[in-house]
């Protein structure tokens, strides 16, 4: 009676346990979250307390022992794959473990690599900060990111990290980064690239420098003066104004950079201080002041023309002119002094018809005289009035200018008879 009584209470406890470990997703991706749980049969009447753990090769996982039949693992990555199993005690001497899961944990490739830039655009302006931020849109673990710059592929940085996105930075931008960017990533598959980012690297424009250009060494009144402006560094386009006196006249574009020009036609008005500004949107620079100095007639340069015309037609008729008011003047003199006092005229081998001579005489070279009787008279000497027309001897050369000369001479004889005296200095 006692025997079977024993084997009754025993039956439960000598009943076979079987102890269960349970992965869920059984098949988990890198990054995703997996419960483990340890599942146990045949104990559902039986009311002791047990205590669980769970192993991964051999190491206790989370706190070690515990009342919860379950473990959270928030997430489980491609080094995580491993033979798990768990552990179930009622009592010290009594320890129940389950057969052993092996879990894999998949990898998801990289995809869809893309390359941004901090600022956006890929505008940047020199000594300024540069962010390239080269991301996936999937891809699990840990990813290695690489940057290259320019088509060959300069290799820039390289970081491996577990995340989606990673930054190479460029504290202080020059002009030289002005390039085409790109980024790879992989995390044990094969390499994703991003498509080529240009960057463009903005320069403020530098300070300008104006140049005066002239037709001549000094210039006057009338030229066509160009002013050339250009600012060394700057990123186009550049827009130049001109100032003359701080009072802007004009302006040029330069769509490609470099410099520009403006010409002026120069007036009496334009002397003075020119100065040029260049801006191309980054912040203006004005060139130093240029003074402008230049010839100003007393006329127009047509008056000039013509007053020099004027001047070389007085130098060749002057004598002429001289002669006929001078043999004017005496005639009409003398005329005077015969109405008064009437004069007796010597013989005269001379034409008493005064006679001029102009620049068409036959024997060109050679002194043609005329002789008048001027019937002047004072004391014993007779003046006479001799003049004469001679070419020079340029005229003998064919088309060569042809210039007159004229001569008078005044000669005085003694008189043979008496005569009525006339004041010569009263004639003249």
């Keep these: 009676m006692l025997p079977r009584l024993l084997l009754l209470i025993c039956a439960p406890l000598c009943e076979a346990i079987e102890l269960l470990l349970i992965a869920s997703p059984s098949r988990p991706t ?6 483990l ?3 146990m049969h045949s104990l559902q009447t039986l009311n002791a307390q047990f205590q669980f753990c769970f192993f991964r090769d051999s190491r206790a996982l989370g706190q070690g022992w515990s009342s919860s039949p379950k473990l959270e693992i928030t997430a489980m990555w491609k080094e995580d794959s491993g033979s798990y199993w768990c552990e179930a005690q009622a009592m010290p001497s009594k320890v129940l473990r389950s057969p052993i899961s092996q879990i894999n944990v998949q990898r998801i490739p990289v995809a869809d690599v893309s390359l941004e830039t901090q600022p956006p655009g890929g505008q940047v302006m020199e000594g300024d ?5 080269c991301s996936v849109a999937m891809g699990t673990g840990n990813i290695t990111f690489l940057w290259y710059k320019g088509a060959t592929g300069l290799n820039l940085q390289t970081k491996t990290q577990r995340s989606l996105t990673a930054e190479y930075e460029i504290p202080t931008v020059r002009e030289s980064d002005a390039e085409q960017y790109y980024c790879v990533a992989e995390n044990g598959y094969d390499p994703s690239p991003s498509g080529l980012v240009s960057i463009t690297v903005r320069i403020p424009v530098s300070r300008p420098i104006l140049t005066l250009r002239a037709p001549r060494a000094e210039a006057v009144v009338g030229d066509v003066l160009e002013l050339h402006c250009e600012a060394q560094r700057g990123s186009p386009p550049i827009l130049y104004w001109f100032y003359h006196e701080d009072v802007t006249f004009g302006s040029s ?3 490609s950079g470099g410099g520009a020009s403006f010409n002026l036609s120069l007036t009496a008005e334009h002397s003075g201080n020119y100065s040029c500004e260049a801006n ?23 008056n000039h023309i013509t007053s020099r015309v004027i001047e070389g037609l007085l130098g060749t008729l002057g004598p002429v002119t001289v002669a006929l008011l001078f043999c004017y003047g005496l005639k009409r003199k003398i005329g005077r002094r015969s109405a008064r006092e009437p004069l007796r005229s010597l013989p005269s081998p ?7 001579l102009n620049s068409n005489s036959p024997t060109p070279g050679q002194l043609q005289p005329v002789y008048e009787n001027a019937n002047a008279v004072r004391g014993d000497e007779v003046y006479s009035l001799v003049y004469y027309n001679q070419q020079s001897a340029a005229a003998e050369t064919p088309g060569a200018h042809r210039e007159d000369k004229v001569s008078i001479d005044i000669y005085a004889r003694p008189r043979k008879a008496s005569i009525t005296d006339v004041d010569y200095e009263d004639a003249v």
Excluded at 280 to 292: C, D, H, I, P, W
Excluded at 350 to 356: A, L, R, Y
């Design 30 to 35: 890198e990054g995703s979250p997996v419960t």
């Design 37 to 39: 749980t340890c599942k």
């Design 129 to 133: 900060r540069l962010v390239l931020i």
């Design 253 to 255: 574009s330069a769509p």
């Design 280 to 302: 191309n949107g980054l912040g203006a620079q004005r060139s130093e002041a240029v003074t402008l100095d230049f010839i100003v007639p007393t006329g127009d340069r047509s």
């Design 350 to 356: 001379v034409p008493q018809e005064f006679t001029c």
